[in-house]
C-alpha cells in the first residue's frame, strides 16, 4: 500500500522537511509518485527511512548514511559481484565499531548531564 508523506512524516516522527531534504540529496527516494505529482511511499521506503533515522543521533553525515545505504542495496542485491559484497560488509564492520564508539560517548555525555541534575537537585533542596 503506498503511502503519502505525511502518513510516512507520522510514522518516523520525522518532518517534511527533512523527508524532502533527505529525497532531495538522494539518500531516501520514495518508490513513486502519483499522477498529481505526490510522494508515494511503500513499506520499503519506511524501513530505510527509520534505518537511516537510527543514524542521526549517532551524528553520521548525509555521505556516511548514504555510504551506508547503499553498502547496504550491495549486501541485499543478489546479482551483486562478491568484491562488491565484500567490500560492502567490510565497510559496514568499520561503520558498526564506528557507531559502537560514538554510542559509547553519547553514553559518557548522558552521564555528565545525569550527575548535573543531580548537583542541581542536591543544591535546590539544600537549605
Same mark, same amino acid.
Given at each position: *500500500?503506498? *503511502?503519502?508523506?505525511?502518513?510516512?512524516?507520522?510514522?518516523?516522527?520525522?518532518?517534511?522537511?527533512?523527508?524532502?531534504?533527505?529525497?532531495?540529496?538522494?539518500?531516501?527516494? &520514495?518508490?513513486?509518485?502519483?499522477?498529481?505529482?505526490?510522494?508515494?511511499?511503500?513499506?520499503?521506503?519506511?524501513?530505510?527511512?527509520?534505518?537511516?533515522?537510527?543514524?542521526? &543521533?549517532?551524528?553520521?553525515?548525509?555521505?556516511?548514511?548514504? !555510504?551506508? *545505504?547503499?553498502?547496504? !542495496?550491495?549486501?541485499?542485491? &543478489?546479482?551483486?559481484?562478491?568484491?562488491?559484497?565484500?567490500?560492502?560488509?567490510?565497510?559496514?564492520?568499520?561503520?558498526?565499531?564506528?557507531? !559502537?564508539?560514538?554510542? !559509547?560517548? $553519547?553514553?559518557?555525555?548522558?552521564? *555528565?548531564?545525569?550527575?548535573?541534575?543531580? $548537583?542541581?537537585?542536591?543544591?535546590?533542596?539544600? &537549605?
Amino acid at each position: *500500500m503506498a *503511502m503519502h508523506i505525511g502518513e510516512v512524516a507520522a510514522r518516523t516522527d520525522l518532518s517534511l522537511r527533512s523527508l524532502r531534504h533527505w529525497e532531495d540529496v538522494g539518500l531516501v527516494v &520514495p518508490s513513486g509518485r502519483s499522477e498529481g505529482g505526490f510522494r508515494l511511499y511503500a513499506e520499503e521506503d519506511v524501513e530505510r527511512i527509520l534505518f537511516v533515522r537510527r543514524m542521526k &543521533p549517532l551524528g553520521f553525515t548525509l555521505d556516511e548514511m548514504k !555510504a551506508v *545505504m547503499a553498502d547496504l !542495496a550491495a549486501l541485499r542485491d &543478489p546479482g551483486a559481484g562478491a568484491d562488491d559484497r565484500a567490500r560492502a560488509g567490510e565497510h559496514l564492520a568499520d561503520v558498526q565499531r564506528d557507531a !559502537a564508539e560514538r554510542r !559509547a560517548r $553519547l553514553e559518557r555525555q548522558l552521564a *555528565m548531564a545525569d550527575e548535573f541534575l543531580g $548537583l542541581l537537585a542536591t543544591e535546590l533542596d539544600a &537549605p
